[in-house]
């Protein structure tokens, strides 16, 4: 099975400064398609997980600006441009190039 | 808009059985796969088990394989999680999920195992 390692586990950041979560996965997520099936997504508290980036880099649809995934091969990042407090949760990555598996999140906090 | 209602939790004993839905709408549920994916009181996120659209596959994860079963029924617009021999490591919240991208959550329902 593919593992998903993110960190750091927890991250505090002041209002307006940028966040940078990193994820790396035991083996490359490219897929034999070509593509790599590496996804983000928010759990804000109280609340259901929402996809916020699919295939690496790709917003989904109503997704702020701010919020932008980068990466190839085993090592990811999801980036906050200008932490707003909504932003606030925990961020999980998961990839589904080698069937399904999840990262063990970061909880994002305001300082 | 994408709607997806999950029902059917509770508690149940160690050894016993559940059966969860989730009813979707806003979309042609019978051209997507979809997931489950349950969350432990406090923990992280696990991937459950895996359907293609039209019921001829089946994926699950090795936790639940052999105990639970996926299905779904495409005129009703429905997808269900037969959960047998429960165990107190199954207590969380199931969501359902739309597609192997999981671009789509329900609000979950919350499973609870105890004696």
């Known amino acids: 099975d593919v593992v998903m390692t993110q960190s750091p586990l927890s991250l505090p950041v002041t209002l307006g400064q940028p966040a940078s979560i990193s994820c790396r996965s035991s083996q490359s997520l490219v897929h034999s398609d070509g593509n790599t099936y590496l996804n983000w997504f928010q759990q804000r508290p109280g609340q259901s997980p929402r996809r916020l980036i699919y295939t690496v880099s790709n917003r989904d649809s109503g997704v702020p600006d701010r919020f932008s995934g980068s990466g190839s091969g085993t090592d990811f990042t999801l980036k906050i441009s200008r932490v707003e407090a909504e932003d606030v949760g925990v961020y999980y990555c998961m990839q589904n190039t080698h069937g399904l598996t999840f990262g063990g999140g970061t909880k994002v906090e305001i300082k | 808009q994408v709607q997806l209602v999950e029902s059917g939790g509770g508690v149940v004993q160690p050894g016993g059985s559940l059966r969860l839905s989730c009813a979707a709408s806003?979309?042609?549920?019978?051209?997507?796969?979809m997931n489950w994916v349950r969350q432990a009181p406090g923990k992280g996120l696990e991937w459950v088990a895996f359907?293609?659209?039209?019921?001829?596959?089946?994926y699950y994860a090795d936790s639940v394989k052999g105990r639970f079963t996926v299905s779904r029924d495409n005129s009703k617009s429905t997808l269900y999680l037969q959960m047998n021999s429960l165990r107190a490591e199954d207590t969380a919240v199931y969501y359902c999920?739309?597609?192997?991208?999981?671009?789509?959550w329900g609000q979950g329902t919350l499973v609870t195992v105890s004696s």
């Open positions: 359907i293609r659209y039209d019921g001829s596959y089946n």
């Open positions: 806003g979309f042609t549920f019978r051209y997507y796969g």
């Open positions: 999920a739309r597609e192997w991208g999981a671009a789509y």
